[in-house]
């Protein structure tokens, strides 16, 4: 017994000083390697470059990842819908992004018909807002995502609002059919209003529904026929004028 006791004492000695050198072995390699880091790798003084005055400051060591070739064509393409409005440059923008758009969606929890109607929602507020996507302070893929994020926190609010509405309120109620007489006397008002625009020059009729129809402002109507913006106010004032001579009281 007393054999086996010492021979079994022998090898945990044995296995004990198998761990302790190992450890001390790692210990060294890890020494030696910090020591050649420290005397091989160059420290060279970060160059400081604002990116958020008044925020803090971004350093060499602190540069945003490299983008990817995929991530750089995105940014390009998105930029040139902001730049040209370019229907081509969209719809890749559209294919690459609205499916994941969707899909983060759906991890948020919401049903499958609410996640294409906020996808929607999202690329068509890419389009509407493209012009102010500068490629040099964001991806592509984060500025939309941010997008995305703001549309599903302000359904999130319209539902939580609905919930606290009351449903007896008079503003929610329905607002009743007009009467027939009321019917008949708007008929006959727009009739006289279209006879109305029928009397106005081309020209003067043209700026007139593009003010009132298409909600056009004077500048943009001045661009968008190639004309003087005093030209353009000088017929809307002339056609108002005939306009309200000729229906009256209907003014």
């Given at each position: 017994m007393?054999?086996?006791?010492?021979?079994a004492?022998?090898?945990?000695?044995?296995?004990?000083?198998m761990?302790?050198c190992?450890?001390?072995?790692?210990?060294?390699?890890?020494?030696?390697?910090?020591m050649?880091a420290?005397?091989?790798?160059?420290?060279?003084?970060?160059?400081s470059?604002i990116?958020d005055?008044?925020?803090?400051?971004?350093?060499d060591?602190?540069?945003?990842p490299?983008?990817?070739?995929e991530?750089?064509e995105?940014?390009?393409?998105l930029?040139?819908?902001?730049?040209?409005?370019?229907?081509?440059?969209?719809?890749?923008?559209?294919?690459?992004?609205?499916?994941?758009?969707r899909?983060?969606?759906?991890?948020r929890?919401?049903?499958?018909?609410?996640?294409?109607?906020?996808?929607?929602?999202?690329?068509?507020?890419?389009?509407?807002?493209?012009?102010?996507?500068?490629?040099?302070?964001?991806?592509?893929?984060?500025w939309?995502?941010?997008?995305?994020?703001n549309q599903?926190?302000?359904?999130f609010?319209?539902?939580?609002?609905?919930s606290?509405m009351?449903?007896?309120?008079p503003?929610?109620?329905?607002?009743?059919?007009?009467?027939?007489?009321?019917?008949?006397?708007?008929?006959e008002?727009?009739?006289?209003?279209?006879k109305?625009?029928?009397?106005?020059s081309?020209?003067?009729?043209?700026?007139?529904?593009?003010?009132?129809?298409?909600?056009?402002s004077?500048?943009?109507?001045a661009?968008?026929?190639?004309?003087?913006?005093?030209?353009?106010k000088?017929?809307?004032?002339?056609?108002?004028?005939?306009?309200?001579?000729?229906?009256?009281?209907?003014?």
């Open positions: 007393e054999l086996r006791s010492e021979a004492d022998g090898s945990h000695g044995a296995v004990l000083k761990i302790v190992g450890v001390i072995r790692f210990t060294a390699v890890i020494v030696r390697r910090s050649y420290a005397t091989h790798i160059s420290h060279r003084p970060a160059r470059r990116f005055p008044g925020r803090g400051r971004m350093t060591l602190t540069d945003r490299v983008l990817s070739t991530g750089r995105m940014s390009r393409l930029a040139r819908v902001g730049q040209t409005r370019d229907r081509a440059a969209f719809r890749a923008v559209f294919d690459h992004f609205a499916p994941r758009i899909a983060f969606l759906l991890q929890r919401l049903t499958s018909a609410l996640a294409d109607d906020l996808t929607q929602d999202v690329m068509l507020a890419v389009w509407r807002r493209a012009a102010s996507f500068d490629p040099s302070k964001a991806a592509a893929s984060t939309i995502y941010t997008i995305a994020r599903h926190i302000d359904h609010r319209k539902v939580q609002r609905a606290r009351d449903e007896t309120d503003s929610l109620q329905p607002v009743p059919p007009p009467a027939a007489d009321d019917l008949c006397e708007q008929a008002a727009a009739e006289t209003v279209g109305a625009l029928e009397a106005l081309p020209d003067q009729r043209q700026v007139v529904e593009m003010a009132f129809t298409e909600g056009l004077h500048s943009e109507i661009e968008r026929l190639n004309l003087p913006l005093g030209t353009v000088s017929r809307i004032r002339l056609a108002m004028g005939k306009l309200k001579t000729t229906l009256g009281d209907l003014e």
